[in-house]
């Protein structure tokens, strides 16, 4: 018999919405990130985070306070950007809708469920990891004139799969509006 699990690890963002969610995980698999089909297009807003059992719950409720908190905003996607040479990651960066996501994710580390970040918080969207440098300066110099405007209505909490693959379990509606 295999013993219950104690802790599973989680993720929150804002998910990219179709069809430029997808379009920007087929050019992440394109520049040869093995992870790109594991994770979908997203802005990280919270990292990932092993969580106890017994503290998800509330870390979920928590999850419904901070989204019913926050209203509705919009985000610009506009152009590429990088970590070099502190990280090998190129992005695409956030070009409107920052304090918004830097609200989103303060508040959210602030609940029951707390995560130290390695880096300051930085909204993005990355589109290549883990490749190649010739990779990443092609994901850069193809990418540099993406742009798209949507709206974010919900954050969406993920779980990791024993697959390693990233799956939506809950939407949290912003201002309200339900899950």
Do not use: K
């Not at 990651?89 to 070009?95: K, L, M, R």
């Not at 990779?135 to 974010?152: G, I, K, M, P, W």
């Amino acid at each position: 018999m295999t013993p219950a699990r104690q802790t599973t690890t989680i993720g929150v963002s804002i998910p990219i919405p179709s069809p430029h969610g997808e379009f920007l995980q087929a050019r992440r698999a394109e520049f040869g990130d093995p992870g790109a089909w594991q994770i979908p297009a997203h802005i990280t807003l919270l990292p990932p985070t092993e969580v106890g059992v017994a503290d998800y719950p509330a870390f979920r409720e928590h999850c419904a306070t901070v989204a019913a908190a926050e209203a509705a905003f919009d985000v610009v996607l506009r152009g590429t950007g990088t970590f070099r040479p502190l990280s090998d990651v190129v992005f695409i960066q956030v070009a409107q809708g920052v304090s918004s996501c830097e609200s989103l994710e303060m508040a959210l580390r602030s609940g029951p469920v707390t995560r130290a970040l390695d880096f300051y918080y930085h909204p993005h969207v990355t589109v290549a990891h883990n490749v190649a440098p010739v990779h990443l300066d092609r994901a850069f110099d193809e990418l540099a004139d993406f742009s798209v405007t949507f709206a974010v209505e919900h954050f969406t909490l993920y779980e990791l799969g024993t697959d390693q693959t990233w799956r939506p379990e809950l939407d949290f509606r912003l201002g309200g509006q339900g899950s």
